[in-house]
């Protein structure tokens, strides 16, 4: 769990980064001299400056600024300070509110705590102001951080589901198939295994997976899987819900077929959403656990 954030304990941070800067100290004799650092306990302060990077300890036992902790220092202005402090807390801590960041500003106000809409205000990055170019810059990069991390997750449920579809696939023949995806995301599958352990012709496997504890299950197939797909002899989609204990649904192309787009006019698709409730997927239910 990442440690919580206030105006206070940004300030609070900057003012022991320019204290160690300009002193040397352990932390011990800063823990002796201080009980608070402007606003917040000295303790909790330190944390934050250690957890963030701004501040570490040196070999010789000494607290010393880090090259992000230089950062906050040799800003122009306070509200590039705050920015900077946001910025590192963020990619730091990941704290969950972080996750809506790509949402757009008014959007992911929403979604903010009340302390860290009063930090925003601070760094002057909400209000109805003027937008200058560094505002703009900040919350673009902060959102693309917001979307890479969705984008990470999503990248890890779907290896978790391609792990098990090769365990699946491993106990089914009694041998390893190939992990093709892992490398490269171009083939138009996932794994290559065989038929059965008595037909050697390939089978080509597209893996998906999903973490919803909802009652339906949603999946995305792109143009590219599709068009392997409806041209490859023997394929399959191995559907994975994940949560709580993994179900293994196994969906051949014609079934998916039904909820394939087609191009019309200058249109092309790339990619399709599709949403199965459970219950419909129960005749292709093949198994729970592994």
Excluded at 187 to 211: P, R
């Amino acid at each position: 769990m990442s440690m919580s954030v206030s105006v206070g304990i940004l300030y609070s941070s900057q003012r022991l980064i320019k204290l160690v800067r300009e002193n040397l100290l352990t932390i011990n004799e800063i823990l002796e001299q201080f009980t608070k650092i402007y606003v917040a306990s000295t303790p909790y302060v330190i944390d934050m400056c250690k957890s963030c990077g701004w501040l570490e300890i040196s070999p010789s036992g000494f607290l010393q600024v880090t090259s992000k902790g230089l950062e906050i220092l040799e800003a122009r202005s306070t509200t590039e300070k705050l920015r900077n402090q946001l910025k590192h807390y963020i990619y730091t801590s990941k704290p969950r509110w972080s996750k809506v960041l790509h949402y757009g500003r008014t959007e992911a106000l929403q979604h903010f705590p009340k302390e860290i809409i009063q930090c925003f205000e601070e760094a002057d990055l909400l209000g109805d102001y003027k937008l200058d170019e560094s505002t703009v810059y900040w919350w673009d990069m902060l959102g693309t951080f917001s979307r890479r991390g969705l984008e990470e997750k999503k990248s890890s449920i779907g290896r978790r589901g391609e792990l098990l579809s090769l365990q699946y696939e491993e106990k089914r023949l009694g041998i390893t198939p190939v992990w093709k995806s892992f490398e490269s995301n171009f083939v138009g599958f996932d794994i290559l295994s065989k038929v059965s352990e008595y037909d050697a012709s390939n089978l080509s496997i597209e893996v998906k997976a999903t973490i919803s504890t909802s009652d339906k299950i949603t999946i995305f197939i792109t143009e590219n899987e599709w068009n392997v797909a409806s041209l490859t002899k023997n394929y399959l989609f191995h559907i994975w819900s994940l949560t709580p204990t993994p179900v293994l649904y196994i969906l051949t192309p014609d079934f998916i077929k039904l909820s394939i787009p087609h191009n019309e006019g200058n249109g092309n698709w790339e990619t399709v959403r599709i949403e199965y409730g459970k219950d419909e997927l129960k005749p292709y239910r093949e198994m729970e656990g592994i």
